[in-house]
Every structure is written in structure tokens, then in C-alpha cells.
């Protein structure tokens, strides 16, 4: 019995390897002869397929894989069975998903004795189909598919993913969707998961306030890190912060740390800013020498020298030089060029930054340490932006000599970055 056993599972197992990697093979049209010949000696091959089976079997157990096996090829038969007995449902017509799962369909997963649950919405009314009829009489006939009932359909389940996700793409509120590391079809308890990188009352009821409250949801506590890297160039918009990134830095030592400058009157000393990191180093007041700030970047984060909107060349790591009068400037990325640079030249090596009693941008500075330009203005969410000059004899686009500060008298002031570095502590690298 058990050798039965045994043989019908592994027959099982090989008919769906094989339809797996043959259909792999047909599909791809630039597939050879040899490479044919390749999967069908593999299957062929005894001591592959013994040792495949002894894996398996010490994982899961005969019994397990005999169910298993079973429950693929019911479950192949059934999927063929929504394709062919019913019209287009309404997931299928709106997705690139190649089954139409009628209404009534929960979802599918595989049970702890490898046998396959089938759910099935306990709205009876649902049911009134004759594919659910068809359905019904299919089940009766198989031995390795369990019903289970539950209250959500597959098809309104992927409708709320689908919102949620064109939700997100816009990004125009990355305070909310940026603490959200994954969204999840969770078939085994038809709900859909959120994650959220910080878990607390307030982000609970911020996502159910700001985004969306059903019962479909559960929000859960993200685990590691499962975010996308994520670039941060000279000139790249911080939208988390409505600034943008001046140039990187890191603290030496050690145990050194990396992260950017921006602009002080952009964060607060200290911040979490979610999907980004925290704010190390900050100086913002009337009688600060700079209007800084330091964000110390969390492990996702990849900084860069190349200005944003290039991949080539980039800033030299070189301590940065004192501003001069006339030298040349120039300002890249931020709201006024998103993917390319404007130019100027320095007016006052020293400025005293006076603001009117509503400034545009911040507060003004008491001490001659900030630079005006020529030719070059700023617009908000500039603030913090690179600011640099050539360097025509080297292979570097340049060197960075200080950030976007705001505007007076309608020109761009910008703070220094050798005062920057010197205060905080930092080197370029």
C-alpha cells in the first residue's frame, strides 16, 4: 500500500514538474532543440528524481505529498472549470489574471495535510449560478478538496488591493503611504494585510481615517526590512519632509553613519521621518551661523554624488571650497528644475539674511555667513537643494559649496556647506 502510495505521488509530482517546465519551454520562443532534450533527460534521470523524493519526503511526509499531488491536479481541473464554464467576472475583466473566479470563489489554500481548501462566500445568493452548480457536482467527485465558507468574495478582495494601490502610486501624502511596507492577499484568513514600519494607535487610526476603513483589513507590524531601495541624489525632492536633499555626508569613525543635508527650517531636531530616516543634526535659529540639518538615512536608502536627473559623472568628495564673489553657481533639482540645473554666479560672499515680518521660506539670519547669488531665484520646497560650482579640469560635474537657504530680494541665498560640515562634524564621501 504504501509503495501505491508512494508511486501515485511521485507520478503526480513529475506530471506537474513536467507541465511546468515544458509549458516554460514552449512558451519561450526562443527555445532550442537542446534545450528539450535537456528537461526531458532530467525528468528521466532515476537518481535526480530519487533524490528529489527523498528531500521531499523528509520535509513532508508520504502522506502529505500524496494528498499534495493529489489536490494539484483537482486543482488544475477546477481552475479549468471557472476558465470555461461562465463569463468574464468582474475581476478578471479589470486584471491580467487569466482565470475568471466566479462570485461566489473565497480563494484557495493548501491545508496542513496538503490537502487543498477551496472557500467559498457563505452568501448564499451567490450560489444561484450554474457554474456554482457545476461547481458543486465537480466536488463531489474529488477526495483532496475541502470546503470552507467565509464572508468575502476573491473578486472583492482584489478590487480593494487594486484601490489601494492606485492610491498609493500618486504619492501626494507619503506621511501616510510611506509606512507601508507591503499589501497582502491573506487567502488563509480572506482578509487582506497591511504592514505598516511604524505600528502604533495613531498610524492604525490614520490609515483607517486617511485611507481606508473595512473590515477586509487588518493592519499588522512590519518585520525587517522589506522596502525598496530607494536613491536619494543631490537635488532629489524629499517629499516626506517638502524639501529637497543637498549633498551626503557621513560621520567618520568607527561606528560612521551616512545620511544628507537639507535645509534646518524643514524638519525638527530629532524627527522620525518615515521611509527615510532621522534627523541627527540640526541648527536653525536666529543666531546660527547656517540653517542645516543632518538625516542620518535608514539601511534602504542608497545616497549618491550623481546629480539627480543624471546617472554619469557627479559631485566631488573634495572638502568644499569658501564661496567667492562671481564664482560660478549652480542650483540642481528641486521644485524650480526637477531634472536639470539653472545657473548664476555669487553677488555677496557674506549676506545677512533679513526676512520681512512674513518671510517667505524662514526666519531670517543675524550673522554675515549666508551667500546671495545672481540670476538664480527659489521657490518652496527648494530648501535644502544642492548648491554647487564646475569643476571643468577634473572628471567631477563639480563640488558642492553650500544648499538652498530661500530668497531675498529675489534672489537665492544659500547656506555654506564647508560651515555645515565644520558644525556638524561631518565629511563628504
Known sequence: MKTKKRLSALIALILVIALSVSGAVISNVQASAYDIFFYEDLLRDEEYLAAMWEELIEEFGEEYLNNYGQALIEQGELLSLFANSSPISRFA???????????????????????????????????????????????????????????????????????????IIPDDRPDVFDNISGIGLDEMNNGIEIHLLVYNEEEVARFRNEILDSPMITLV??????????????????????????????????????????????????????NVGRVNRFRFHNNSRVDAAWIETQSHINLTNHLVGTSFGGLSTQAPV????????????????????????????????????????????????????????????????????????????????????????????????????????????
Open 93 to 167: 475583466a479589470q486584471s491580467d489574471d487569466e482565470t475568471a473566479y466566479p462570485d461566489f470563489f473565497g480563494g484557495f489554500y493548501y491545508a496542513d495535510d496538503g490537502n487543498l481548501v477551496l472557500q467559498i462566500v457563505e452568501d448564499t445568493s451567490l450560489r444561484s449560478c450554474i457554474q456554482y452548480n457545476i461547481t458543486r457536482d465537480f466536488l463531489s467527485e474529488t477526495s483532496n478538496i475541502i470546503v470552507e465558507y467565509v464572508e468575502f468574495s476573491y473578486n472583492d478582495l482584489r478590487a480593494v488591493m487594486d484601490y489601494l494601490v492606485e492610491q
Open 221 to 274: 507590524q512590519s518585520v525587517g526590512e522589506s522596502r525598496r531601495t530607494r536613491n536619494i541624489n543631490p537635488g532629489s525632492r524629499v517629499n516626506e519632509i517638502g524639501a529637497t536633499a543637498g549633498f551626503r555626508a557621513e560621520t567618520g569613525g568607527c561606528s560612521s553613519s551616512q545620511g544628507f543635508v537639507t535645509a534646518g527650517h524643514a524638519v525638527r531636531d530629532g524627527q522620525t521621518i518615515p
Open 322 to 429: 569658501r564661496p567667492t564673489a562671481n564664482m560660478i553657481v549652480r542650483v540642481t533639482g528641486g521644485v524650480s528644475s526637477p531634472n536639470g540645473s539653472r545657473q548664476g554666479t555669487v553677488r555677496n560672499a557674506s549676506y545677512v539674511f533679513i526676512c520681512p515680518p512674513r518671510p517667505i521660506g524662514c526666519c531670517g539670519f543675524r550673522n554675515p555667513d549666508q551667500v546671495s547669488t545672481n540670476n538664480l531665484t527659489a521657490q518652496r520646497g527648494d530648501s535644502g537643494g544642492i548648491v554647487w560650482t564646475p569643476m571643468p579640469l577634473t572628471n567631477a560635474d563639480g563640488t558642492a559649496i553650500g544648499i538652498v537657504l530661500g530668497i531675498s530680494e529675489g534672489r537665492l541665498i544659500f547656506s555654506r556647506a564647508d560651515l555645515i560640515l565644520n558644525y556638524f562634524g561631518l565629511t563628504r564621501f
